[in-house]
T-cell receptor, first 115, second 113 residues
Framework: DQQVKQNSPSLSVQEGRISILNCDYT??????FLWYKKYPAEGPTFLIS?????DKNEDGRFTVFLNKSAKHLSLHIVPSQPGDSAVYFC??????????????FGSGTRLQVQP | KAGVTQTPRYLIKTRGQQVTLSCSPI?????VSWYQQTPGQGLQFLFE???????NKGNFPGRFSGRQFSNSRSEMNVSTLELGDSALYLC????????????FGPGTRLTVL
């Protein structure tokens, strides 16, 4: 049973427009969420994170929104650039269990930004 | 500061063989986690080491094992390789028990023939 779901395997947007990547989770014990970006033949690169005490976290062109009641988070990229083309992974962790820092990942969404 | 390094980057083995992968964390990081990435299963947690002790283990068979050394470097071993073990093996490091963010290495691409 997938506890973290990214239901859109791919997304294509025009350069300069907004990219919205979505992620849903089922485990109510998750209270810390991260987004990673992955290029081919490289490891995932940390982008941005959010804890459940917040509903929004912004870092430059990247903003993550968390709707805890809906168990849903999204990553907004504005404006999108061709260099943003990559696979984006949503990940979650149960911060209450300090002995368990394993990340549970979604299956990823491939973003293609068209010039 | 150098990032997480993994060696080798690519590896080809045959069924039944064993393999050892190495990971050097970011300087000062004491926690190392291992993940397996396959096209069908995405990124799945293997295990985590902190201060030379395995703190957590994912749902993988006993053929997958690991260890961590006093300098925080970690190795992962897979014995009796199966075709399904072909994957990208990723290592991630973090500062310690209270750390929030894991930083990934480039991975080792293992192909089992």
């Amino acid at each position: 049973d997938q506890q973290v779901k990214q239901n859109s395997p791919s997304l294509s947007v025009q350069e300069g427009r907004i990219s919205i990547l979505n992620c849903d989770y089922t485990n109510s014990m998750f209270d810390y969420f991260l987004w990673y970006k992955k290029y081919p033949a490289e490891g995932p690169t940390f982008l941005i994170s959010i804890s459940s005490i917040k509903d929004k976290n912004e870092d430059g062109r990247f903003t993550v929104f968390l709707n805890k009641s809906a168990k849903h988070l999204s990553l907004h990229i504005v404006p999108s650039q061709p260099g943003d083309s990559a696979v984006y992974f949503c990940a979650a962790r149960d911060m209450a269990d300090t002995g368990r820092r394993a990340l549970t990942f979604g299956s990823g969404t491939r973003l293609q930004v068209q010039p | 500061k150098a990032g997480v390094t993994q060696t080798p980057r690519y590896l080809i083995k045959t069924r039944g063989q064993q393999v050892t992968l190495s990971c050097s964390p970011i300087s000062g990081h004491r926690s190392v986690s291992w993940y397996q990435q396959t096209p069908g299963q995405g990124l799945q947690f293997l295990f985590e080491y902190f201060s030379e002790t395995q703190r957590n283990k994912g749902n993988f068979p006993g053929r997958f094992s690991g260890r961590q050394f006093s300098n925080s470097r970690s190795e992962m071993n897979v014995s009796t390789l199966e075709l399904g073990d072909s994957a990208l093996y990723l290592c991630a490091s973090s500062l310690g028990v209270s750390s929030d963010t894991q930083y990934f290495g480039p991975g080792t691409r293992l192909t089992v023939l």
